[in-house]
């Protein structure tokens, strides 16, 4: 029992020893000094065990002397608390600042484009992918124009496309200054076209003929002409069939026996009553109707029947 009294006597001795061997000074701004170790710190403040007995209550770092908080600083597990309320001299800081002074920034200005040329001339502007391009439009529609041009005089598309091409704007402009060019049927064509009552136009009636193709009216033994059915499958309606079954009709003037007969068309859509046909094309028959006397055009891909019968029969 005694033994043990011994080493507690001995150990609180050595404690207490200890405890005032590592006793310090902590100064405050206002004067007061607390004596003890440093118990706890963090960045609200400082702990300090008192010699005295027990623990003071949190000092703020901001109320710590310079010389207290330089001990404290000492301790490098305090040290990041305790350094930035260290007052730094004015020569420290400015050796510092230069430390930190940044490098002067060079700036480098970027190179400058060449300004065009402000006294350019029109055709220098050719060369520009614009104006490749500008041209290039120019002569696409320099051989458009030519070929339509080719067509609408009726000359050989080949040949006003190719002096387009070499003479471009010139080419197109001279043949659309040129008469168009007459168009003349094949002595074989003709005579397809006559066959089956039919006969050849003389010079006078070629002359009068207009562009417009309106059919030459063929002088046939029309007496043989009779009421009659023409059903499409039976027949190819195209401008051969209506030339040559009934050239009579082509007449200003009709005469016997087209005189007394009409002309029924029927397509899918109506049935047409004609007197007479005024012209006729590639594609299409134009009729004037029997009771109106108004020009109406009949295309050959819509026609299913066609029929000649009395004019008598038609008005009852």
Same mark, same amino acid.
Not at 90 to 105: D, I, T
Not at 139 to 145: D, E, G, K, S, V
């Given at each position: 029992?005694s ?12 404690? $207490?020893?200890?405890t ?31 010699e ?6 949190r000092?703020?770092?901001?109320? $710590?002397?310079q010389e207290? $908080? ?21 020569? %420290? ?8 002074k ?6 480098? @200005? ?11 001339? =029109? ?10 391009? =500008? ?7 320099n $051989? ?17 496309c ?5 003479l ?6 001279? =043949?659309?200054a ?12 003709? @005579?397809?076209?006559? *066959? ?11 002359? %009068?003929?207009?562009?417009?193709? %309106?059919?030459?009216?063929a ?14 499958? *039976? ?8 030339e ?8 200003v ?7 007394? @007969? ?21 594609n *299409?028959v ?8 108004? *020009? ?11 029929e ?9």
């Amino acid at each position: 029992m005694s033994k043990k009294l011994m080493l507690l006597i001995v150990g609180y001795a050595t404690i $207490l020893y200890l405890t005032v061997a590592n006793a310090a000074e902590f100064k405050l701004v206002n004067g007061d000094i607390i004596i003890g170790t440093l118990a706890d710190a963090n960045e609200d403040g400082l702990i300090v065990a008192k010699e005295a007995g027990g623990f003071s209550s949190r000092i703020p770092w901001a109320k $710590l002397s310079q010389e207290t $908080l330089k001990v404290v600083a000492e301790n490098p597990k305090y040290k990041q608390f305790a350094e930035p309320f260290i007052d730094v001299p004015l020569e %420290v800081r400015a050796k510092a600042l230069e430390k930190r002074k940044p490098k002067p920034v060079q700036i480098q @200005m970027p190179p400058k484009l060449d300004l065009p040329d402000s006294k350019a001339s =029109f055709f220098s502007t050719l060369k520009t992918p614009i104006g490749i391009a =500008f041209l290039l439009i120019i002569y696409i529609a320099n $051989l458009y124009a030519a070929f339509e041009v080719a067509v609408y005089k009726r000359r050989p598309t080949a040949i006003v496309c190719g002096i387009s091409a070499l003479l471009p704007i010139l080419g197109p402009s001279l =043949f659309a200054a040129v008469p168009a060019a007459m168009h003349h049927e094949s002595s074989e064509t003709q @005579m397809q076209t006559y *066959e089956g009552g039919g006969h050849m136009p003389t010079g006078a009636e070629t002359a %009068v003929a207009s562009t417009l193709s %309106v059919a030459k009216p063929a002088q046939a033994e029309s007496k043989s002409l009779q009421p009659k059915v023409y059903n499409r499958g *039976e027949y190819t309606f195209n401008r051969r069939f209506f030339e040559t079954q009934f050239p009579g009709f082509f007449r200003v003037v009709l005469v016997e026996p087209e005189k007394n @007969m009409v002309i029924i068309i029927k397509t899918g859509r109506s049935s047409l009553i004609a007197k007479r046909i005024s012209r006729i094309s590639a594609n *299409e028959v134009h009729l004037v109707l029997h009771k109106s006397g108004k *020009e109406m055009p009949v295309s050959f891909g819509d026609i299913t029947q066609v029929e000649i019968a009395y004019e008598s029969a038609v008005e009852k």
